[in-house]
């Protein structure tokens, strides 16, 4: 049974710092693209971060300079660095594994609230 459990949100400080971790249950989790969503109160979820299974990365423009999204092949965890966090950064963050089509699977989202 493919399973992903996020860990590691809770309640910041605006310019503070959180890291969030996945942990991958899944078969040849290497493979998978892995990615971390977020998604506010009314509105839409959105893609924050990707990691290919070679290492490469992308972010959402909101995001680029403060947050890095990284891997660990021997341990089937996938990170989040957030750094200079914000208020609007305040939101259920999801991670996401993927790979091909069929296979695509979603996290139970750890809630990140950025606020003084």
């Known amino acids: 049974q493919v399973q992903l459990v996020e860990s590691g949100g809770g309640l910041v400080q605006p310019g503070g710092s959180l890291r969030l971790s996945c942990a991958a249950f899944?078969?040849?989790?290497?493979?998978?693209?892995m990615n971390w969503y977020r998604q506010a109160p009314g509105k839409q979820r959105e893609l924050v971060a990707v990691i290919s299974s070679g290492g490469s990365t992308n972010y959402v423009d909101s995001v680029k300079g403060r947050f890095t999204i990284s891997r660990d092949n021997d341990k089937n965890t996938v990170y989040l660095q957030m750094n200079s966090l914000k208020p609007e950064d305040t939101a259920v963050y999801y991670c996401?594994?993927?790979?091909?089509?069929?296979?695509?699977?979603w996290g139970q989202g750890t809630q990140v609230t950025v606020s003084s």
């Open positions: 899944v078969r040849f989790a290497s493979l998978y693209v």
């Open positions: 996401n594994a993927r790979l091909g089509t069929g296979n695509d699977y």
